[in-house]
């Protein structure tokens, strides 16, 4: 709150560090061993195995190396999926109306869990239908990026090339109002797939409480390689600073409601900030690197008062 009669509401956790994550993995292809060795091995802090409508307890064998965070995929074939971190409760029925989609969000959220509509734009526009969408409501957010129909060319024959970048649908329902946190999955099936993107998780502790509160908060960021040393907020500035050569030129941007460009800034700066008026309703970074990683920050809700 400041003296223009703002409040601008700070996703990420004041003090933590960061840490490196995968939520969408499935282990159909290679063993869970496999699977989670390797994201160990690229740096992944924690790990959810989300297999399609079963729970993969081996995974908790690996907790002294990594933080395992239960989960799994609701719904296998057409009917829309939801990703679920930190709960093992699944639901047995095939979730197929609004109604019991709602019923299924309300009752993972109550038990603690982290709820994800998973990559939107798989096989057509409207895989979420639109009248699904302006309706539910209380999950914890969606795939802007689902790295498996980014880059599985070969699976889908070219079809479904890049058609699951959902950063539209997230302008979408934030211009609505709706608190939606944005996140990265690979999707790993295959290897093609695998650290393509991913999520960067301030959190206050390395324990797994710390950082599933910390991803409900929205104090996260998601990565297709770039990698972030803060988000700050000072007085009306949202700023965000990167981990990068000072050689690199980044194009920031700052986005607001309905997508729209608010401040651009191409530099080779480590740091970019974008001063709040109070007419955005919510802003979000966006940081390209010349070499062609991408980070998104999660959205700042601005309120006037
Ligand atoms: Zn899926
Ligand atoms: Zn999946």
New binding site residues.
């Given amino acids: 709150m400041d003296a223009m009669g703002l409040i601008i509401d700070n996703p990420y956790v004041k003090n933590g560090k960061w840490y490196k994550g995968a939520f969408?993995n499935?282990s159909e292809v290679f063993s869970v061993e496999v699977c989670i060795n390797s994201m160990i091995d690229a740096g992944h802090d924690f790990i959810t195995m989300?297999e399609?409508d079963k729970n993969k307890a081996e995974c908790m064998d690996f907790a002294d190396r990594a933080i395992i965070i239960p989960g799994f995929?609701q719904g296998k074939g057409e009917n829309p999926?939801v990703v679920v971190i930190n709960n093992w409760h699944r639901e047995s029925r095939c979730l197929v109306t609004k109604t019991n989609f709602q019923d299924f969000i309300n009752e993972q959220v109550n038990e603690g869990a982290i709820v994800i509509l998973?990559h939107p734009h798989w096989q057509r526009e409207n895989y979420w239908p639109n009248e699904y969408l302006e309706e539910l409501h209380g999950y914890t957010g969606i795939e802007i990026l689902n790295s498996?129909i980014i880059f599985s060319k070969a699976r889908y024959d070219g079809e479904y090339d890049y058609m699951d970048i959902a950063v539209d649908l997230w302008d979408r329902l934030l211009s609505t109002g709706k608190i939606v946190w944005g996140f990265g999955n690979d999707?790993f099936h295959n290897m093609k797939e695998f650290n393509k993107s991913f999520n960067i998780v301030k959190a206050e502790k390395f324990t797994r409480e710390h950082i599933v509160d910390a991803v409900k908060k929205g104090s996260f960021v998601v990565s297709t390689g770039g990698y972030v040393e803060d988000v700050t907020l000072e007085g009306n500035k949202i700023g965000i600073w990167v981990a990068s050569s000072e050689r690199e030129k980044k194009i920031y941007h700052a986005i607001g409601k309905k997508g729209k460009l608010l401040k651009e800034s191409f530099t080779r700066d480590n740091y970019f900030y974008y001063e709040v008026d109070g007419t955005e309703s919510y802003v979000r970074l966006h940081v390209l690197f010349e070499s062609g990683k991408a980070l998104f920050t999660q959205p700042f809700f601005i309120r006037k008062y």
């Fill in positions: 969408h499935h989300s399609h995929e999926h998973a498996s999707d």
